[in-house]
């Protein structure tokens, strides 16, 4: 309670209005806000350097929670923290062994029927077994390990194009698409590593796509805008990837140098179980038609759902119904097969 109420007279005192001054005597007027840990030395009786993590553990569950606040740490937060850090060693680990391995799940053309594309999706192959992407991912973002991870994954996605491109020729040959995080997106020498390794494994530039997601809408717009450009200047394509389910501003689609939106897969997935979600995907597809981009329906997994996104004019589709994501022996028997839906 006392510490609560010192907290409460430590947040409002910062809370005061600050006056900036510039040079030129331009002013501006901020309020500054703050986030607190606290702990008590019963529950960290280890010394100073135990009561200090303590404390950030809170302090960062305070951040978490709306900034702004004061969180108390307590043994629940502590059990948390050790088992978060238990997974950052392990995939700080993972990174150094690389104990990840891509899957591809085919993408397929609606007009012809047969595979175009694949897509490359990260796996982390731990001891005990496939580690699905949605439980590390996340944690990779926070730590930064996302940057290593899909570096690896982008080498490894083109040198197997390259692969599969000397084994299957085509008259239209296969491209690949490779996900990019915010992390990685917002590194100065990412497209330096796009450039380098895309010369490293002799692929063409014009069957890569790099999916970017709604939520690089809202970091720096001339920045993005930028980056987008020095991409497709090197031949690259755009694709954003889950469109409907982020920020959907329509205000930033005219203005990315887009070649396809992929629609989420919540909607097709319920076209034939709620309308609403039919006349998104419609809506959505109309949308990419108007601004000359492509239209990728994902999560197809019946016959019926596909032939409603070839009524309606999507041109590509990937879900189920064709393949899972499989790993690349599996993936090159189907490509052997090259089967027609």
Not at 158 to 179: D, G, K, M, Y
Not at 181 to 194: A, H, L
Not at 290 to 299: K, M, W, Y
Request: glycine share 6%; proline share 5%.
């Amino acid at each position: 309670t006392d510490a609560g109420r010192v907290t409460e007279r430590i947040r409002t005192a910062l809370a005061t209005s600050v006056v900036l001054r510039a040079d030129n005597e331009e002013s501006a007027e901020i309020f500054p806000s703050a986030s607190m840990g606290v702990v008590t030395s019963s529950l960290a009786a280890q010394g100073p350097a135990e009561l200090l993590q303590c404390a950030d553990i809170a302090l960062s569950r305070a951040k978490r929670a709306g900034r702004s606040r004061f969180e108390m740490f307590d043994r629940v937060m502590q059990a948390r923290a050790v088992t978060r850090l238990k997974a950052e060693t392990d995939l700080h680990h993972a990174v150094e062994r690389r104990e990840f391995v891509v899957y591809y799940q085919p993408m397929v053309d609606l007009r012809s029927g047969r595979i175009t594309e694949l897509e490359a999706l990260v796996r982390w192959q731990a001891r005990q077994g496939i580690v699905p992407p949605l439980e590390f991912i996340p944690l990779a973002e926070e730590t930064g390990l996302i940057i290593p991870i899909g570096s690896y994954v982008l080498g490894q996605a083109c040198r197997q194009l390259r692969a599969w491109h000397e084994r299957f020729p085509r008259t239209a040959p296969l491209s690949i698409s490779v996900n990019l995080s915010v992390r990685e997106f917002t590194q100065q020498s990412f497209v330096s590593r796009v450039k380098e390794t895309i010369h490293a494994t002799g692929i063409d530039p014009r069957l890569l796509r790099l999916e970017i997601t709604e939520s690089i809408a809202i970091e720096d717009k001339q920045p993005t805008l930028e980056m987008l450009a020095a991409l497709r200047q090197l031949g690259v394509r755009i694709y954003l990837d889950d469109f409907g389910t982020g920020y959907s501003s329509l205000g930033y689609l005219h203005q990315w140098p887009l070649d396809a939106i992929k629609i989420d897969r919540t909607f097709v997935t319920r076209m034939h179980t709620e309308p609403t979600h039919l006349q998104l995907v419609r809506t959505v597809r109309a949308l990419a038609s108007n601004i000359g981009v492509a239209a990728v329906a994902e999560g197809v997994e019946t016959e019926a759902q596909l032939a409603t996104l070839r009524e309606i004019g999507c041109e590509y589709a990937q879900g189920y119904l064709f393949s899972k994501p499989v790993p690349s022996d599996e993936m090159e028997r189907l490509l052997s097969a090259d089967p027609r839906w």
